[in-house]
């Protein structure tokens, strides 16, 4: 009977974990997160923003210079297979969209020794900053209270937090949010002779 037992709660266990991910995929993953409260947007802006951190060649980069485009900041592993599996769509809507004024951060949570071969081996076409263990706290500041990655922030060409993603992100869902970023500025500079 005691064998029964554990048999027993541990398809119970499975269950209400197997339940609990099936929620989280629904709620959570890719579609926008609901809104940061002001506060929490703006503290988390201006953490990403103001962060410096060494590309793989080892330049110190500050975010905040690709300010007045459209940037998406992803918080990606090299070991995390969500994050594997976004980033070639990712280099794809850099490649689609970098003209008009997209683009695209990525911040490792990584050691450098893994991110540079794996940032050179799929060629990644936008700029890639290591920023190790630490900088899970710049995510953590921009409403990652789960500590989850990937992570992808996008902010508008202002500097404000506009959508967060907690887990992958599909490209037709990222393009859905930075579409009307791209839009407003083709929009606008099409009324003042800038096109």
């Given amino acids: 009977m005691p064998k029964l037992s554990q048999i027993i709660l541990f398809i119970a266990a ?5 339940s609990a991910g099936v929620w989280l995929r629904t709620h ?6 609901p809104s940061l409260s ?7 802006a201006q953490a990403i923003l103001s962060a410096s951190l060494p590309d793989i060649e080892g ?3 500050t975010v905040s210079q690709w300010q007045g485009n459209v940037i998406v900041v992803n918080f990606w592993a090299t070991w995390c297979t969500p994050c594997r599996e976004e980033i070639p769509e990712f280099i794809e809507l850099q490649n689609q969209y970098g003209h008009q004024g997209l683009i695209f951060v990525g911040i490792a949570i990584d050691r450098e ?3 540079v071969p794996y940032s050179q081996e799929f060629e990644i076409n936008y700029p890639v900053l290591v920023g190790g263990l630490g900088a899970m706290a710049l995510a953590e500041a921009a409403g990652n209270q789960m500590s989850v990655l990937p992570y992808t ?7 404000n937090i506009t959508d967060t ?5 599909h490209k037709k869902t990222l393009e859905k949010s930075i579409m009307p970023l791209l839009q407003n500025y083709s929009e606008n500079a099409a009324q003042v002779g800038l096109r």
């Fill in 14 to 18: 499975a269950i209400v974990a197997l």
């Fill in 28 to 33: 959570f993953m890719d579609s926008p997160q």
């Fill in 38 to 44: 002001e506060e929490t947007g703006k503290q988390g």
């Fill in 59 to 61: 330049v110190t980069q």
């Fill in 113 to 115: 020794d893994k991110v």
């Fill in 153 to 159: 922030v996008v902010f508008d060409r202002q500097g």
């Fill in 165 to 169: 993603f907690l887990g992958r992100v």
